[in-house]
């Protein structure tokens, strides 16, 4: 699962909360039935499973592949704009070094070395078992609101792998892409909703009582990452203590404030007002997922 900063603009990352509710007018009794959101654990442990299926799939056709569960449970933390977890800010700040790492994984991943060391003819080779090559399917959707399409190649091992985990590859697409872009229908309203901007001044203002000066958790982490990438390699160590002490004092105002629960609320209130056709696409985008989550757990296990 990819680890991602959100800003206030787009708020559905906030807490997760597009995977919350999203009502159909006001019969609560209905939403109350619908299958619950994953956890980002859960979420984890599809992907794990997706890559499983997949390096399955690799190794049948006669190739290597490799699993990349180089993080640990707690280190795959998604760090989300309302980050109140203290003792996780007082180990791994916003998560800096962690995504330092991923990214070094990621350009010297072994799946990359292994593909540049076959020949020609076994990396084509390589690469239609992979995704197909020339006899992949193109998956389309439109996004809420825009309704701009937006399209994805799939095929070989990586179909197999979707499919056994979602069954129709075409309907999880449109559904997660329907189910996370419905922000877009509210995201002006929500950054300017006025319980939500009463609950980040308060965060604002316990920060200021650390000695820090922000006007949202947002731009605190932008400092720490304009921070980080000024003093370098050479300062990696000061860097990783100012990013640790500014991410720990924002976990305490985030709860001392209750933000993340305000934000919640707030998310929830907005995507209960929506139409009911996208209440339809995240019945779906849910039911897939958690079909998906009991047919990951019998494939791998938890992260320790």
Request: aromatic fraction near 8%; charge should be positive; hydrophobic fraction near 35%.
């Amino acid at each position: 699962m990819k680890r991602a900063l959100a800003s206030l603009c787009a708020v559905a990352a906030v807490t997760g909360a597009v995977a919350t509710g999203c009502g159909r007018g006001t019969d609560t009794g209905a939403r109350q039935d619908r299958p619950g959101p994953l956890t980002w654990q859960q979420e984890l442990r599809v992907d794990d499973a997706q890559q499983r299926l997949t390096r399955q799939c690799m190794n049948r056709q006669g190739f290597s592949f490799w699993e990349d569960r180089s993080l640990t449970l707690r280190e795959s933390m998604p760090v989300r704009y309302v980050q109140d977890d203290v003792e996780w800010a007082r180990t791994y700040g916003y998560g800096g070094r962690i995504d330092a790492r991923q990214e070094r994984r990621r350009l010297h991943h072994p799946v990359v070395a292994y593909r540049k060391s076959l020949s020609p003819a076994r990396r084509a080779a390589f690469d239609r078992a992979l995704d197909g090559g020339n006899g992949f399917q193109v998956l389309s959707a439109k996004l809420p609101g825009s309704g701009r399409e937006v399209r994805k190649r799939l095929g070989g091992c990586t179909a197999e792998a979707e499919k056994a985990l979602y069954g129709d590859p075409g309907a999880w697409f449109r559904a997660s892409k329907t189910a996370t872009g419905l922000n877009a229908l509210y995201a002006d309203d929500l950054r300017h909703d006025r319980r939500l901007t009463a609950a980040v001044a308060a965060w604002s203002r316990c920060l200021e009582k650390a000695g820090l000066s922000y006007p949202d958790p947002q731009a605190a982490r932008d400092a720490i990452r304009e921070n980080t990438a000024r003093l370098g390699p050479a300062g990696a160590d000061r860097a990783f203590a100012t990013e640790r002490t500014t991410a720990v004092a924002d976990a305490r105002c985030a709860r001392s404030t209750s933000l993340r629960s305000v934000a919640t609320a707030r998310e929830t209130s907005y995507l209960d007002r929506l139409p009911d056709r996208y209440g339809e696409a995240l019945d779906t985008y849910r039911r897939l997922q958690r079909q998906a989550y009991d047919r990951a757990v019998r494939i791998v296990p938890q992260r320790a």
